[in-house]
T-cell receptor
């Protein structure tokens, strides 16, 4: 078990460029979450997949953001036409569907995005 | 709407003393409650969770938390703090769906 991995770990981009991040969850986990975290704040929910289906998407997620999990394994998060306000740590987490309630999440190390 | 409050930005405690990090929540329905810890340059790590049953939940690294339904609280505790416990702690709640709501975090500083 290698845990949740994210790539890249750091990304610096110019305003207006598109960026794509990848998340590889723990292999037997069927749920995958994306969060955004800014300094001094807790993780902020962006979207959630169960297998390949995107079941919930935050209203905070503008149409510049899109996420996919094509085969129910890895996931990508794309941000189009980046803005300086997109600068943050993007976290991925995975979990197993619990038999009772929500299962604990396992987080990756995050991708730190800086938009200049 | 679901929400979580961590009223203290920072908690300072002397090594060897008991520690408490506070969390209160607001949900409709039965809550599922979690504590996570974040060390510098590391991802969040799961500490413990309350789903149902015993109100006192034991977790990793000697931490425990007490679920109090009447006070809608889920405070994190440890009988004897270690310097290595110094980190950022997050409380989270899930209710109704599988969407997690995290608090803003409490920085724990254990002084030698």
């Amino acid at each position: 078990d290698t845990g949740v991995s994210q790539d890249p770990r750091h990304k610096i981009t110019k305003r207006g460029q598109n960026v794509t991040f990848r998340c590889d969850p723990i292999s037997e986990h069927n749920r995958l979450y994306w969060y955004r975290q800014t300094l001094g704040q807790g993780p902020e929910f962006l979207t959630y997949f169960q297998n390949e289906a995107q079941l919930e998407k935050s209203r905070l997620l503008s149409d510049r953001f899109s996420a996919e999990r094509p085969k129910g394994s890895f996931s990508t998060l794309e941000i189009q036409r980046t803005e300086q306000g997109d600068s943050a740590m993007y976290l991925c987490a995975s979990s197993v569907a619990g038999t009772v309630g929500a299962g604990e999440q396992y987080f990756g190390p995050g991708t730190r995005l800086t938009v200049t | 709407a679901q929400s979580v409050a961590q009223p203290e930005d920072q908690v300072n405690v002397a090594e060897g003393n008991p520690l408490t990090v506070k969390c209160t929540y607001s949900v409709s329905g039965n809550p599922y409650l979690f504590w996570y810890v974040q060390y510098p340059n590391r991802g969040l790590q799961f500490l413990l969770k309350y789903i149902t049953g015993d109100n006192l939940v034991k977790g990793s690294y000697g931490f425990e938390a007490e679920f109090n339904k009447s006070q809608t609280s889920f405070h994190l505790k440890k009988p004897s703090a270690l310097v290595s416990d110094s980190a950022l702690y997050f409380c989270a709640v899930v209710a109704g769906t599988y969407k997690y709501i995290f608090g803003t975090g409490t920085r724990l500083k254990v002084l030698a």
